[in-house]
């Protein structure tokens, strides 16, 4: 089964501290996502990275940076962590190439659910 | 900036009524994907569409793209508790692999 990995399901840090969220995908898969998710605003791209050492910011990438030195884990870091970083953070991965049905899908963890206090 | 449109935000129904929900892109699409994230979980696919015009069916889900590749529905038939959750749609742009997502339609059935 496929499957998607983030290392901690919630998460409490104070102001200014240094957070660091892991994903892992054992899909092989080329692209990694990091979204967060908020009441009233879906999903919120960060970053993405499309192979090894690459990444491209997506929309609100302010106050994040990744690191993605493996193909199979896609890091997300918070360098100060505020009170407006309080959030679901949803990694997920994709293939490059259609699978058998000639999707393209997303394959989703289970999400950091992160409170900044 | 590219944006996908998804209404309504919310729709409360009696278990055994129709629910449906709509989304618009500002542009044309390669494909538009279907998500379900059940409460508590995480988006789940359902469907993707690649075709103008294309309709797919999954038991009493029906899905559609419209002809000009901006617009697609998902359509509920008499729907049951196991419905519950929220549906979000997904338009790839052709030149990456990066999705733009709705904000979600968020199925309630009344007690």
Known sequence: ?117 | GQQVMQIPQYQHVQEGEDFTTYCNSSTTLSNIQWYKQRPGGHPVFLIQLVKSGEVKKQKRLTFQFGEAKKNSSLHITATQTTDVGTYFCAGEKSSNYQLIWGAGTKLIIKP
């Open chain 1, 1 to 117: 089964d496929v499957k998607v990995t983030q290392s901690s399901r919630y998460l409490v840090k104070r102001t200014g501290e240094k957070v660091f969220l892991e994903c892992v995908q054992d899909m092989d898969h080329e692209n990694m996502f990091w979204y967060r998710q908020d009441p009233g605003l879906g999903l919120r791209l960060i970053y993405f990275s499309y192979d090894v050492k690459m990444k491209e910011k997506g929309d609100i990438p302010e106050g994040y940076s990744v690191s993605r030195e493996k193909k199979e884990r896609f890091s997300l870091i918070l360098e100060s962590a505020s009170t407006n970083q309080t959030s679901m953070y949803l990694c997920a991965s994709s293939s490059t190439y259609r699978g058998p049905e000639g999707n393209t899908e997303a394959f989703f963890g289970q999400g950091t659910r992160l409170t900044v206090v």
